[in-house]
């Protein structure tokens, strides 16, 4: 069975200093791998999303980045924290030509 | 624009009851559905999907009914737990678009 990791499960980070979030997928090959980030008391927004090695969607124009060093390994980064980049983040994956998404069990990033 | 909405933040509902959440779609090409069921702290956890060729679906206690002339889909719970106490978000896509466009969440309480 397929399952999906994040950690850390939880950070605190100062403002202005860099951040590496990591995802990775076992049990499946060349799943699609998404970043979401949930601000309090909001919905889920998309901010990467990713097909394949090196193939990385960005939705959201903002401080963030991701990579994807391996097929089932997904990476959200910054250079510099913001105030506004703290919330809840989930990394998700789909099977290919699927359409529903599993979900990791998150990392609740605070930035000071 | 928000492609997908649910209109009631909040809903309460006596154990034992009928809960029936809905959400509301805007674009028509949309042609599958999913809910999703969150706890604090955790990620979503898939709950149940609908085609857009059938206007209903059963597992369980869930059954969620889809209008697609009045773009409008609704999960019942029936009859309501305790457990079943989170946020429900609804979530549209085009197949095999890879994306999901998520509603903003309804917050579902059951009272014991």
């Known amino acids: 069975s397929q399952t999906i990791h994040q950690w850390p499960a939880t950070l605190v980070q100062p403002v202005g200093s860099p951040l590496s979030l990591e995802c990775t997928v076992e049990?499946?090959?060349?799943?699609?791998l998404y970043w979401y980030r949930q601000a309090a008391g909001r919905g889920l927004q998309l901010l990467f999303y990713?097909?394949?090695?090196?193939?990385i969607s960005s939705e959201v124009p903002q401080n963030l980045s991701a990579s994807r060093p391996q097929d089932r390994q997904f990476i959200l980064s910054s250079k510099k924290l913001l105030l506004s980049d703290s919330g809840f983040y989930l990394c998700?994956?789909?099977?290919?030509?699927?359409?529903?998404?599993?979900f990791g069990p998150g990392t609740r990033l605070l930035v000071l | 624009d928000q492609q997908v909405k649910q209109n009631s933040p909040s809903l309460r509902v006596q154990e034992g009851r009928i809960s029936i959440l809905n959400c509301d779609y805007t674009?028509?090409?949309?042609?599958?559905f999913l809910w999703y069921k969150k706890y604090p702290a955790e990620g979503p956890t898939f709950l149940i999907s609908?085609?857009?060729?059938?206007d209903k679906n059963e597992d369980g206690r869930f059954t969620v009914f889809l209008n697609k002339s009045a773009k409008h889909l609704s999960l019942h719970i029936v009859p309501s737990q305790p457990g079943d106490s989170a946020v429900y978000f609804c979530?549209?896509?085009?197949?095999?678009?890879?994306?999901?466009?998520f509603g903003q969440g309804t917050r579902l309480t059951i009272n014991p």
């Open positions: 674009n028509s090409m949309f042609d599958y």
């Open positions: 998700a994956w789909s099977g290919d030509f699927q359409e529903t998404q599993y």
């Open positions: 979530a549209a896509a085009l197949q095999g678009a890879q994306k999901l466009v």
């Open positions: 990713s097909v394949g090695i090196g193939q």
């Open positions: 049990g499946t090959s060349n799943p699609n």
């Open positions: 609908i085609s857009s060729i059938k």
